[in-house]
């Protein structure tokens, strides 16, 4: 048998033997904010709903967007800000970071949640985020549960991160929920590295791989 015969033989043989399988893909999104993400397993879980539980509204909502906004320009990707009460002020980012961001301004959280519905089916953004802080409760109460489990099943479907941001506890399909807790003046805000001082507690966990030590603070 010629040489280039065997050579062919034998590259079958391996690839019977020991067939390519390309390495998995990432499974979290990286947040930029280190001891969340350590806290977290390595970021944001991917085809999941991440619930971000703001009890104050200068708990520092507003400084965790920019920071994931940042990351998305460090890590070149897209984020699609999904804004309940059109609250994102926008004047504080260059325009080289808001080339990375799909801004969808609402006024109302049933607006939201359809914008969150048409932006998780299309599933080209690494990191979906639905701020709804500044919606009433009473208009968040009025969102029906089958709403979240909709929108859990097409996250589940990409390679997505959703994050949801509230006032308080709602998302009963969020596989993962974090509270804020931080009570921020105006001084502390203008603070070099403040968004650094953020404190998150993981209130609780539904991932496969699970998070240790899930109620314990994390400052950093």
């Known amino acids: 048998m010629a040489a280039s015969g065997k050579l062919i033989d034998l590259r079958k043989l391996l690839a019977e033997r020991f067939p390519h399988v390309p ?4 499974t ?3 947040t930029g904010l280190v001891s969340l993400d350590q806290a977290m397993g390595g970021g944001l879980p991917k085809s999941a709903i991440t619930e971000l539980i703001s009890p104050q509204t200068s708990a520092g909502s507003a400084s965790l967007i920019h920071a994931l906004l940042h990351a998305a320009q460090r890590d070149h990707y ?3 800000l999904i804004d309940g009460r059109d609250s994102f002020d926008p004047q504080s980012f260059d325009n080289e970071c808001l ?3 799909l801004w969808v301004r609402c006024q109302k959280a049933f607006e939201a949640i359809k914008a969150a519905d048409l932006l ?4 080209n953004f690494p990191l979906v985020i639905v701020d709804l802080i500044l919606n009433t409760p009473e208009e968040l109460r009025k969102i029906p549960q089958t709403s979240w489990y909709r ?4 996250v589940e479907a990409s390679a997505t991160a959703c994050l949801v941001m509230t006032r308080q506890s709602m998302v009963s399909s969020a596989q993962l929920k974090i509270v804020l807790e931080n009570l921020w003046t105006l001084q502390a805000l203008k603070e070099e590295n403040a968004v650094s001082r ?10 496969k791989s699970a998070i240790s030590n899930q109620q314990s603070a994390i400052g950093y």
Do not use: K, N, V
């Open 23 to 26: 390495p998995p893909p990432a």
């Open 28 to 30: 979290r999104l990286d």
């Open 78 to 80: 897209f984020i699609a």
């Open 99 to 101: 080339r990375h961001l």
């Open 120 to 123: 998780l089916r299309d599933g």
């Open 151 to 154: 929108l859990q099943r097409l």
């Open 198 to 207: 953020l404190r998150f507690r993981i209130q609780r966990s539904h991932l």
